[in-house]
């Protein structure tokens, strides 16, 4: 089960229990009161709960005294921070609703006046669909769309409907298709009109433009807003428009997120498509450097892949580098694109906040498919014959998920392209597709002195 539900479930089975055990009588208080003046807490649960409890501890690597602790600070900050909210807010937003039918109960066991263990049946407590999205009765992806077009006049109605994708016109929409006509691939970056983001988007587009020309024609940028938009057109470069709040924690939500509502929407479309971060420059055909034999085929940020892929002791956000992701548009990818963004869809949890790089929340997605699942889910390869695979599957998949990961050197990340040069290694030469300026500080510092600035 993925760990931000099981956060979730945690938070809502120690929610009740907390209730009943700070209702301990007076008698059992002074009793067990101990010197220094504290008093033991007892709390009794399901043992599933507790399994994930554990499960969390070990991941943290904490006690289970740390976490009790955190969990209680987070949640008193997360009180404190509801009830600082205006009153139509908190109403509008933090509504709850429990229904006593489908209500299920929490086994607590509380100790009573003479020491013996009582048990308590109490309803564990329900999260209505208001608290999810905002509004009751309200999908996500229709909160998503009225948070972004409040206060916007003129927005238009988007063309896709459904959960996690782009907000299009019939226009754009239509854009997208001619682009994809044939079964052509689509090139992809996303930006805001923000003058440092729209530099670097600006240099990607234009060297596409210099180096690999007859693929403008399958190049598109997703413009945040109307300036990214306009600045595009103004280079003669073709754009679409999803546009998202201008400010404030909504904006960082939907950055969070865009990659992956692009490659989604790509899914869903029936599109092949290339999403590159704008911190690329692209320096020949990047689809000549792909297998064609997964669902997805991504960048690494590893040096020697073959030795350190999912090694246990290297970080998660290495194996994967979500700078650039190609979507092979078939069911499994949209499925998996699709639980990925639905279980990370808010951005906190009972006062928690989401992992502020997608990239490694995105790897330990994958990682716990790809070994720690009851299934053999995902299957990752790399060169010509390394598969990586859960070996101890239980049960069987009739297709796994196809990840292929590719060379470092040919995709290259920024140390090995800036730093290292690993392409012009004597003996081992290679002609990269792109340069990703990960990795190094400044970026266009480091695109300029490398000569790959186009602006």
Known sequence: MPRRRCLRRLHLALGGVLGVAAAQSSSAIAREQNSDGQVPMYLWVREDTKQKFMDMCNEENVSISEMLARWSATRSAAHKSSRDLPRETKSADVRTTVKAEAAKSVDVRVPDAEGSEKPVETPAPVISQATQTGRLGEN???AVS???????KGAVASALHGEFLLRLSEEDLALLRKKAAKGRPVLTTWTTGEERYMDLALNLALSVRANVPSLERNFVCVALDRAARRAMKRHKFQAVLHAVPATGPELKDAIWKMRWLVLHTFAQLGIDGLV?????????????????????EVMTDHFWPEQHLWQYWTRPEEHINTGCIFVKASQHAKDFLLEFLQDHNESEIGGIPRHWMDQQVFNKFVERRLFHSAGDLVHALYGNDQVFRNVRATVKVARPLRIRILDPVVVAHGMNY???????????????VMAHANGVDGKEYFLRDRGLWYI
């Open 140 to 142: 996500p992806s229709a």
């Open 146 to 152: 009225r948070a972004t077009k409040s206060g916007r």
């Open 276 to 296: 590159l971060d704008s911190d690329i420059a692209v320096l020949a055909d990047p689809f000549q450097a792909l297998y064609r034999d997964a669902d997805l």
């Open 418 to 432: 800036f730093w290292l040069r690993a392409h012009q290694a004597p003996g081992k030469e290679k002609q990269p």
